[in-house]
């Protein structure tokens, strides 16, 4: 199994002493009520609700960009419950998937785009393939892939996937590496790029002005200015 | 203690964008990063007591007014482009609702599913579309649950929410 390094910029990830890896660009709502367990990586744009109820995430857990993770809620005794969610170890999350489980196992691998609706149980060693939605209260079993509009059983799993997926989550985390290159270059070349995004709104630099007209739509501030 | 919602103050996070010619009523709850904007400057009307999610998108595409109605339930990631939304509805997570689509009193809007152009849901109207088939048919049940829920659920957002998040001021 190989996997290409993913590089980040160690200034948008914070770094705890645990080797949780969270970035600066998602939003963790009550944070004394989420505990990270060691080793997860939180990329940018990732909402987690801890404010609704504790949320509590293992060790290894992986969760991609624009997810969102909520506790679910449930009618009890005349009021409303927010119910507490546990992900489990070596968990990985794809993008723009919406989780509002009560709560997943260990070794899960959750597509892009699914959606995990309210109090839904996923057991140890499942799959939920991309794009799936799976309906209120569903329990997947261990070792089963669920997917589907609405989510429903599609296969068993091998025996060795609790390995892959310790595995898998390992080198994810491994190839998670700062960016090796020193932060000096961007910063310069953000500088550089300043000035020529300024230009046309200032409209005083002569190069870009000509080109403008011949592209239209984009760039329509600078038209009237030559007229 | 306040049993029966309308609640004085609407909730609205920090991290919403909502543009100008937009109005909200009493007891209305927005979670972070939702958003509700108008493209030609045209006035969204939304009710009281609605729950708007994180990642909705409410949009005016049109230039006539967008009017919500009251107790809706917008979950997360759903897109709202339609002219007119009426009372005790839920659109639930992910679901696209797009324009000329005009939605009635007590419909429900399943996870995932797209309603075109054009389609008009009546009252108590349930909305699926699945893999193998588009459901359309009207049913009290979904939207009786979610009105058992809905007071409830407003009372209990509304007392935590102001504990872990900055609130937008009133405009």
Redesign the interface.
């Known amino acids: 199994m190989q996997e290409k390094p993913r590089y980040y910029e160690k200034s948008q990830y914070i770094e705890t002493l645990n080797g949780n890896k969270v970035s600066k660009n998602s939003m963790l709502c009550g944070i004394m009520n989420i505990r990270l367990h060691g080793k997860t990586i939180i990329r940018p744009s990732v909402i987690i609700r801890g404010d609704l109820a504790n949320v509590n995430i293992g060790r290894l857990t992986i969760i991609s960009e624009g997810t969102v993770i909520r506790p679910s809620y449930k009618k009890f005794k005349g009021a409303i419950m927010y119910l507490p969610l546990n992900i489990g170890d070596h968990v990985v999350v794809g993008e723009g998937s919406v989780i509002s489980a009560a709560s997943i196992g260990s070794y899960v691998q959750i597509g892009k785009n699914c959606v995990i609706s309210k109090r839904c149980i996923l057991k140890d060693c499942c799959v939920i393939p991309d794009d799936t939605i799976l309906a209120p209260d569903t329990v997947v079993p261990p070792f089963t892939s669920y997917g589907g509009n609405p989510g429903v059983y599609q296969e068993d799993l091998p025996d060795s996937f609790e390995q892959y997926q310790k595995e898998y989550t390992t080198l994810l985390y491994e190839n998670f590496i700062p960016n090796p290159t020193p932060s000096i270059p961007t910063t310069s070349s953000t500088l550089k790029l300043l000035p020529t995004q300024t230009s046309p709104i200032l409209t005083t630099s002569r190069t870009t002005t000509p080109i403008s007209p011949l592209s239209p739509g984009n760039t329509s501030p600078p038209i009237p200015s030559l007229k | 203690m306040s049993q029966s919602p309308p609640f004085k103050n609407t909730i609205i996070c920090q991290?919403c964008t909502i543009n100008n010619g937009v109005t909200i009523g009493h007891g209305t709850v927005l979670h972070?990063?939702a958003s509700i904007t108008t493209e030609h400057g045209a006035p969204i009307e939304i009710g009281e007591s609605n729950i708007i999610?994180?990642?909705v998108q409410i949009i005016n595409r049109s230039k006539e007014k967008m009017i919500i109605g009251s107790n809706n339930l917008f979950e997360?990631?759903s897109l709202i482009e339609c002219k007119l939304i009426g009372n005790e509805n839920v659109i639930e997570?992910?679901s696209k609702v797009y324009r000329d689509v005009v939605i009635g009193n007590s419909c429900v809007i399943s996870?995932?599913s797209i309603v075109p152009e054009n389609e008009i849901l009546d009252d108590n109207t349930v909305y699926s579309?699945?893999?193998r088939n588009r459901l359309k048919f009207t049913s009290p049940i979904p939207s009786e649950s979610h009105m058992?829920?809905h007071p409830?659920?407003l009372?209990?957002l509304h007392k935590?929410?102001p504990?872990?998040?900055n609130m937008k001021k009133n405009f």
Do not use: Y
């Open positions: 991290d972070p990063k999610e994180e990642f997360v990631g997570t992910k996870a995932g579309v699945t893999d058992s829920i409830g659920h009372e209990h935590t929410l504990n872990f998040h």
